[in-house]
């Protein structure tokens, strides 16, 4: 990604609204942009979700392998998820290997998934020591225009959720939905002029400083944290924004539900 | 092509696994839009094809080797989303998406007024992200919509469709089993103002009938994906 210049003016812009407590396409501090969930939306992933927060688009498609159990943990199967952001998401995306701010994105989505567990690796199993399912989520962005973590991680556990494992197409047995336990959500807060909001857009996020996100399980566990760019943060303000994400990821965790009910 | 396998593609009565009879195209959809921060751009579904294009630019052209003094650069990039198809593709440059990069880029600079922009670059991605057969002719369809969406001049959209032969019967606009069992595919990049091309590839075996069928196949079906097209850019200028 070419580093762009951030304009002082644009940082100074931000601030002054910051100063009136105020945002610069007038949302609240801890408001999101409207978000939108359409699942099942892909027609050759086995589990695929599509999110939209304003001007943010992602899909997130999920696929299986079948994989060779590592010989440590022969009874598991195993998830693999990785983010691309290609060029087509926005001009200062440029072509070539993943760059480490996709990567970035692709492992803290992935370590949020992983670390609440809600794919039980042991369902994976099909003959231990041999045959195990693989689960390959990837994540792709088709418009960024700021936080493609929250986008992203929506969008993840949405398309795991609606997942079908194709046991008939490999041959191992029936078609069965892929068991999911848990609604892991990621909440991301941006330091915009000198306060944290919540869902940044690429304005703020250029004109911004550090970023954190968090992701809570069910009943608010803790499974993930990622501070981000550069900038300093008090106790004070973390617990702040830890507060807000409690609230916030109930209510995306409502939408992820509705929507894979509606299925 | 991969010979015939067991799969019928076409039944004793003319219609094919779709439904489709020999001369008709899969149902087809454009929109024009859906990429809110490009400059331009379009998603096109055509059967099971999912294809969205963006355009950005025309913008500085960098690095500086790849300048022209005397006309804009078309950077084109075709790409398969990795859950596109029924194996996963890993993500990533092939030889083939590089090819097809090629002859998209070639096949869009025969229309755009690439002089009026000297030194710069016009970028087109395009994204498979559902594919079922024809992905190349839906990515160049949908972006000479996304260029035009992005105002950027041009002598005529480019229409691409393909045809070819299953069975030995010439069947309009290949769908997944015909493209893989059938005996060719003849894909065609048309302006469909002037019937002249821009974009052709063949592979397979066809007798002069058989490739004249196709051929006319093709124009026919131009026509109707023009349509798709023109009303498509209609309704994001509303």
Redesign the interface.
């Known amino acids: 990604m070419a580093i762009p210049l951030v304009p002082k003016l644009l940082r100074a812009h931000l601030a002054e609204l910051a100063a009136e407590d105020m945002r610069h396409d007038g949302r609240g501090r801890f408001e999101s942009r409207d978000v939108e969930l359409e699942i099942d939306c892909?027609?050759?992933?086995e589990g695929?979700a599509r999110v939209r927060m304003g001007?943010t688009?992602v899909?997130a498609?999920?696929?299986f392998?079948i994989m060779t159990p590592y010989p440590d943990r022969p009874n598991q199967g195993g998830l693999m998820c990785?983010a691309?952001v290609?060029?087509?998401?926005?001009?200062q995306w440029e072509?070539g290997?993943?760059s480490p701010q996709s990567i970035e994105l692709g492992r803290v989505v992935d370590r949020g998934i992983r670390e609440s567990g809600c794919i039980n690796t042991e369902d994976l199993c099909i003959i231990p020591g041999e045959k195990a399912w693989q689960v390959?989520l990837?994540l792709?962005a088709?418009?960024?225009?700021g936080n493609l973590f929250d986008a992203f991680a929506l969008a993840a556990i949405a398309a795991l959720k609606s997942a079908t494992v194709p046991a008939e197409?490999f041959e191992a047995g029936e078609d069965m939905p892929l068991e999911v336990s848990k609604t892991p959500i990621m909440c991301s807060y941006h330091k915009v002029g000198g306060r944290f909001v919540f869902d940044a857009d690429?304005r703020e996020e250029l004109g911004g400083d550090e970023r954190i996100h968090i992701t809570l399980g069910d009943d608010d566990h803790v499974h993930s944290l990622q501070k981000g760019l550069k900038g300093i943060f008090t106790a004070a303000e973390f617990a702040e924004i830890m507060n807000e994400a409690r609230s916030r990821c109930a209510e995306l965790r409502d939408l992820v539900d509705k929507a894979i009910e509606g299925e | 092509m991969g010979g015939y396998g067991d799969v019928q593609c076409i039944d004793e009565n003319g219609i094919r696994l779709d439904g489709r009879k020999i001369d008709e195209v899969r149902p087809m959809s454009i929109e024009v839009g859906v990429v809110p921060v490009a400059d331009g751009s379009a998603r096109m579904k055509w059967g099971l094809n999912d294809v969205i294009a963006a355009v950005y630019g025309p913008m500085e052209a960098h690095p500086r080797k790849i300048q022209r003094q005397d006309r804009a650069v078309l950077d084109v990039r075709y790409n398969m989303a990795p859950f596109s198809t029924t194996d996963r593709i890993r993500p990533g440059f092939n030889r083939r998406s590089r090819e097809i990069s090629k002859v998209t880029a070639e096949a869009l600079e025969s229309v755009v007024l690439t002089e009026l922009y000297p030194r710069s670059k016009i970028r087109v991605e395009i994204e498979i992200i559902c594919a079922e057969a024809g992905t190349r002719c839906a990515g160049i369809t949908a972006a000479s919509v996304a260029l035009a969406h992005a105002g950027i001049p041009m002598t005529d959209l480019v229409v691409s469709v393909a045809s070819g032969k299953v069975h030995d019967i010439v069947v309009c606009d290949l769908n997944k089993e015909e493209d893989n069992y059938g005996e060719a595919d003849l894909p065609m990049g048309i302006l469909p103002n002037s019937g002249e091309l821009v974009f052709l590839q063949m592979d397979g075996d066809l007798s002069p009938d058989q490739f004249q069928e196709a051929w006319d196949y093709n124009m026919e079906a131009a026509k109707i994906v023009h349509k798709h097209m023109v009303e498509a850019l209609k309704r994001g200028e509303a």
């Open positions: 892909l027609t050759r992933a695929s001007d688009i899909f498609g999920v696929k392998q990785s691309e290609r060029p087509v998401a926005g001009r072509p290997p993943p390959i990837d792709f088709i418009s960024d225009d197409r690429k």
